[in-house]
């Protein structure tokens, strides 16, 4: 059933009317889901592992071909491995799991400077932008019950690290179509660690410095 609709619900977005018209004092709000992918140091210490966010924004169009877009966004990585054969063996017998997760979430707060190569916001764009951000590292245990009549996840947090506040930046280049639109991006932040150690082996009480993070980041969403 969700496939379908899926389908239908990306049809409905294609064939609806355009985004709203950028132009100078316009208005709108977005959202999108991003897939963020390490590089250097962070790819090491994730694991190779991608990271997965979601993403709300506004617009304040300043001119037929510039937009503001202030944006909060957040992205989680996994550290640890993730027990599929369990999962699938639970799945399959209908029985209780259990699973810890060791992730790294960044939660940000910024602006883009958004510039459209044709007036009105739609078709292909580039746009530059920063502002502040906090990243934490978190170990937390989560509990699925499938003895009622519908299964039940329970996530609770075992230990959080000491957070990190720093700016980042972010630069990139996207496409709109009608209400649609995809992204490209490269964003540089921080994130805390203890010298020398992976990050999966950072203490939680010690003294942990910060480290470059960068990431590409590939997004799809809506303006409307």
Do not use: C
């Not at 292909?124 to 699925?144: D, N």
Request: aromatic share 10%.
């Amino acid at each position: 059933m969700r496939r379908p609709l899926l389908f239908l619900t990306l049809a409905a977005a294609l064939m609806a009317d355009p985004a709203p018209e950028v132009r100078a004092g316009s208005l709108g709000v977005g959202v999108a889901f991003q897939t963020a992918i390490p590089t250097g140091l962070l790819s090491r210490d994730v694991r190779d592992q991608w990271g997965f966010g979601l993403a709300g924004f506004g617009t304040l169009g300043l001119s037929d071909r510039i937009l503001l877009r202030p944006t909060f966004s957040w992205t989680g990585y996994r550290i640890n491995d993730r027990n599929w054969g369990n999962r699938f063996l639970a799945n399959l017998l209908d029985a209780n799991s259990e699973d810890e997760a060791l992730v790294l979430r960044s939660l940000q707060l910024g602006a883009d400077l958004v510039v459209y190569r044709d007036p009105g916001g739609q078709g292909p764009y580039a746009f530059i932008g920063g502002g502040v951000q906090r990243s934490r590292m978190s170990l937390e245990h989560s509990f699925t019950d499938r003895q009622g009549e519908e299964d039940k996840l329970h996530t609770d947090t075992v230990a959080d690290w000491e957070p990190l506040h720093t700016p980042y930046l972010q630069g990139g280049v996207g496409l709109q179509w009608n209400i649609l639109f995809v992204e490209a991006k490269v964003l540089a932040w921080r994130y805390r660690a203890h010298p020398g150690t992976p990050l999966m082996e950072t203490p939680l009480h010690g003294a942990n410095s910060s480290r470059e993070a960068l990431s590409v980041v590939f997004a799809a969403g809506m303006r409307f």
